[in-house]
């Protein structure tokens, strides 16, 4: 029994010391304390269940004072030696004066229990060799016990490791004693009293005392490993920056509160343009400002109301019990929290939020359903202007059904031949002739028909596909320039808009490369167009993949110029030769700010020695305007639609035929 109890103790201390390199500070600490008092008190109570196993046939108590600092005698040498030994990268150096202490804790603790012993008239002596040999062997083995331990301890799925360092421990503790015991020499003095011996009982004072102590180990181990159970339950469903539950705490808390619920909502928070504040203050104050939305929203805590932050800006509220008015009004109040001034380390910051509802069972009964109305609820409002909150509709459904259907078709409609390009003329109208043609991806669904670019072309590139379908729209456009060039006598090039993917892909120049070596096409004759937007998220990068396309000989336009947003203290770094005039101006041409516009546009084009191309020119008022404005290339539908390669082929005909 007395080994089994120190294999024991020896086994739950050393899985308690695992956590010693995990943790830093108080919990490392609190950690070792625990380790140090099981293996300490298990030391002390194996020594002990060995003494009830020891009979001098006469009667023998224990000084309660002497047995009580031999149980603080091995604590004591526990403590140093985990101390000694809970680096990650123990040296040889500490874990020889490790297991020194951890001996000398042994050897002290075993003594000084054997000085308590009280028997009538009787004296102890030791032999020293057998006594030197028993101290050794307490060493040898807790060096190695705390060897293989160390050595082994990052490998947690074995588990011989831990039951080795524990069975040479549990030997040093039980060695040390058995092999002490052989050593210890009994004096009794009084024949008489020897005479009367006879079978003395099991001290009860101590049999209760050792109960107690591993009923204390046991307790202490459980304590233990239930606090670190709660602490990793905690950690895996808290958020290490706000507090807040997490998505792994969202999925269980879908499976657990929303089952049976009778009315239940989920509210989808994104905050507003969040990502500027990141890339214009930098992450810490992001970080700041995520702390301070989840600080307002606990404010929206109470019985059958959760809230989760999925990551990132975005925010999850799960609501039971509820009816939909009550929910509606909560989501306008969260809106109004969120969009009350935050004071950041020195920055006042102004944000809003966008809330999705979605509620249960009308809109599903699943986690993933209802994430994805709510999700697309929110993207609803985002579209309606930010600053609000939009609930989950048949229509929205809809529309979710649809576009799921369109990215599906994406994947393959390429393979299907499904795609086709479109040509719209840049006209000069001083030549009163075409001057290139702009490539315009057309998509004929199976299902529903011709669907407009501003409709599957985001799509496109929130999956990544954008990336493929402009390597075909490339290749595609070079060859039919190539063909179209073959029957005119005027080079008419052709260009193609590019999306941010592409330059994110860091494919661009090999895309051109193939492109134009497939259709043997001069770079020259090819065209980019790109816009403000793909500019302002990575200038650095965007320049450093055009520049190589323009020494090649590649046309770089700026496409829908003074549409988004303005970086004209940068304008003249950019390998750009063509601005195109976004056609909303032309839509507004009849305000006289919106022609100031254009008046400036064209002045700074001119200024900067850059060609000009005013897109969306459908009246001859608007063309007009233009010529006397000085510019003089054009493109709209005054002059001619986007139409297919064999419609292009005839248009060009009749160009040529009218001209003689």
């Known amino acids: 029994m007395s080994f089994l109890i120190a294999l024991f103790v020896a086994y739950s201390a050393l899985n308690l010391t695992l956590k010693i390199t995990s943790t830093s500070g108080k919990s490392r600490l609190g950690w070792l304390a625990a380790a140090s008092f099981v293996m300490g ?144 020499e009994f004096w009794c003095g009084d024949d008489e009293l020897l005479m009367r011996a006879s079978n003395v009982g099991v001290d009860l004072v101590l049999l209760i005392s050792i109960t107690l102590v591993m009923l204390m180990i046991m307790m202490v181990t459980w304590i233990a490993l239930y606090v670190d159970r709660a602490l990793l339950e905690r950690m895996a469903f808290s958020d290490p920056l706000t507090g807040l539950h997490n998505r792994h705490a969202m999925n269980h808390h879908f499976d657990q509160k ?66 939909q008015e009550a929910i509606e009004t909560m989501a306008l109040l969260i809106l109004e929290e969120i969009r009350k001034v935050y004071v950041l380390d020195g920055n006042e910051l102004y944000i809003t939020g966008s809330i999705g509802i979605s509620y249960a069972p009308q809109h599903g009964k699943d986690r993933s359903t209802l994430l994805k109305a709510a999700d697309t609820a929110m993207y609803q409002a985002k579209r309606l202007g930010k600053n609000q909150f939009c609930s989950f509709n048949i229509d929205l459904e809809q529309k979710l059904i649809r576009r799921m259907e369109i990215e599906k078709g994406l994947r393959s409609a390429l393979a299907s031949e499904q795609l086709a390009l479109h040509y719209q003329p840049k006209w000069n109208s001083e030549r009163n002739c075409p001057v290139g043609f702009e490539a315009l991806l057309r998509w004929n669904h199976p299902k529903y028909g011709l669907i407009a670019p501003n409709e599957f072309i985001p799509i496109a590139e929130e999956t990544g596909l954008i990336v493929g379908m402009t390597r075909w729209v490339l290749e595609r456009a070079c060859i039919d320039c190539k063909e179209w060039n073959m029957r005119t006598d005027n080079k008419l090039g052709v260009s193609v808009n590019l999306s941010i993917n592409v330059f994110e892909s860091k494919n661009l120049m090999d895309m051109i490369t193939a492109a134009l070596q497939r259709a043997t096409l001069a770079p020259e004759m090819l065209e980019l167009e790109i816009t403000e937007s793909i500019v302002m998220k990575d200038a650095p990068d965007v320049i450093r993949q055009l520049l190589p396309l323009q020494e090649m000989g590649v046309t770089i336009s700026m496409d829908n110029f003074g549409s988004g947003y303005s970086f004209l203290g940068a304008i003249d770094q950019i390998p750009f030769h063509t601005l195109k005039i976004d056609k909303h101006y032309m839509q507004e041409s009849d305000s006289p700010s919106k022609r100031a516009i254009v008046n400036t546009i064209i002045t700074l084009a001119n200024q900067l020695n850059l060609e000009l191309v005013a897109e969306g020119v459908e009246t001859e008022q608007q063309l007009d305007f233009l010529r006397a404005a000085g510019c003089t290339v054009m493109q709209g539908y005054y002059f001619k639609k986007p139409m297919p390669r064999e419609e292009l082929d005839h248009w060009l005909l009749g160009l040529k035929q009218e001209a003689v």
């Open 41 to 184: 008190s298990g030391i002390w109570a194996m020594h002990f269940v060995g003494m009830l196993a020891f009979h001098l046939e006469l009667p023998v108590h224990y000084d309660v004072r002497e047995t009580s600092i031999s149980v603080f005698a091995s604590i004591i040498g526990s403590f140093a030696a985990f101390y000694l030994t809970m680096t990650r990268h123990a040296t040889k150096q500490r874990l020889a004066f490790g297991s020194l202490i951890m001996g000398a804790g042994i050897v002290a603790m075993h003594f000084i229990g054997m000085s308590a012993m009280r028997a009538p008239a009787t004296t102890i002596t030791y032999k020293p060799l057998i006594w030197a040999a028993a101290a050794l062997f307490a060493v040898v083995a807790s060096y190695a016990a705390l060897y293989i331990f160390t050595k082994f301890r990052r490998d947690t799925n074995r588990g011989w490791p831990k039951w080795g360092a524990s069975a040479f421990m549990g030997l040093a503790v039980c060695g040390m004693h058995y092999t002490g015991m052989s050593a210890a």
């Open 258 to 323: 929303l089952r049976g619920s009778a009315q239940s909502a989920v509210l989808f928070l994104d905050l507003d343009q969040f990502k500027l504040i990141n890339d214009t203050l930098g992450h810490d104050i992001g970080d700041l400002l995520i702390q301070e939305v989840a600080s307002r929203l606990q404010k929206f805590l109470g019985e059958g109301r959760y809230v989760f932050r999925l990551g990132g800006d975005e925010f999850l509220l799960l609501v039971n019990e509820m009816k």
